[in-house]
């Protein structure tokens, strides 16, 4: 099965700063890449996502990049904001196919004021 | 429903008490996930539930726990006998093939 790596665990910007987190996948066919913010204390929901014939998408401050041959995709957020403060999932799935949607370990990001 | 509903959403039992949790998910989702998040922690997964196909159950810690879902309605998450480490939140989501999956607001389990 599909097998979703994330780092780091924890990282620590300053506001306005940018943020990277890493994540990669083994299953070759994976196809689709969503990431997901949770908040504290609530549920995680979708902030962006990508599929497997995009290597780039942006939505305002938040991009995500996708390197198929590597397996690898990454989640960047620039001029961050106290309001990104969060644990951030990347997760993994064949979109499409009977496989489910494996998650990474999360991100807990600290926006330091 | 406007999105996935757990209950309760706050539980607490006697530690060897059954219980059982529920899971309604968005009309039409064909796969339906549980998880479990201890305080602090990651998303553990725990069952995968996709249409009429056998369950992913490789992610359940052990014999005490167990899930059903008929067709692609409610699922009901079963720990037999809790123990302490059982305590956490217990989170569902539901998705359909072309859709992003969407988490309910989770089960607060505390095993006293």
């Known amino acids: 099965g599909e097998n979703v790596e994330q780092h780091p665990s924890t990282l620590s910007v300053q506001e306005g700063d940018s943020a990277v987190i890493k994540c990669t996948y083994s299953d070759s066919a994976s196809n689709y890449f969503p990431w997901y913010k949770q908040e504290l204390g609530k549920r995680p929901q979708l902030i962006i996502d990508?599929?497997?014939?995009?290597g780039e998408k942006k939505d305002q401050r938040i991009a995500v990049t996708l390197n198929k041959t590597a397996k690898h995709f990454s989640l960047h957020i620039t001029e961050t904001q106290p309001e990104d403060s969060a644990v951030y999932f990347c997760a993994a799935s064949r979109r499409g196919g009977a496989d489910g949607l494996t998650f990474g370990k999360g991100t807990h990001l600290i926006i330091q004021p | 429903g406007a999105g996935v509903s757990q209950s309760p959403s706050n539980k607490v039992t006697e530690k060897g008490k059954d219980v059982e949790l529920r899971c309604d998910p968005i009309?039409?989702?064909?796969?339906l996930y549980w998880y479990r998040q201890r305080l602090g922690q990651g998303l553990e997964f725990l069952i995968y539930?996709?249409?009429?196909?056998?369950?992913?159950k490789s992610g359940l810690p052990s014999d005490r726990f167990s899930a059903e879902r008929t067709g692609e309605s409610v699922s009901t998450l079963t720990i037999q006998r809790t123990q302490q480490e059982d305590s956490a939140v217990y989170l569902c989501?539901?998705?359909?093939?072309?859709?992003?999956?969407?988490f309910g607001q989770g089960t607060r389990l505390t095993v006293v």
């Open positions: 539930f996709q249409g009429n196909s056998a369950p992913d």
């Open positions: 990508i599929r497997s014939n995009v």
């Open positions: 989501a539901s998705s359909s093939a072309y859709t992003e999956a969407f």
């Open positions: 009309s039409g989702h064909t796969a």
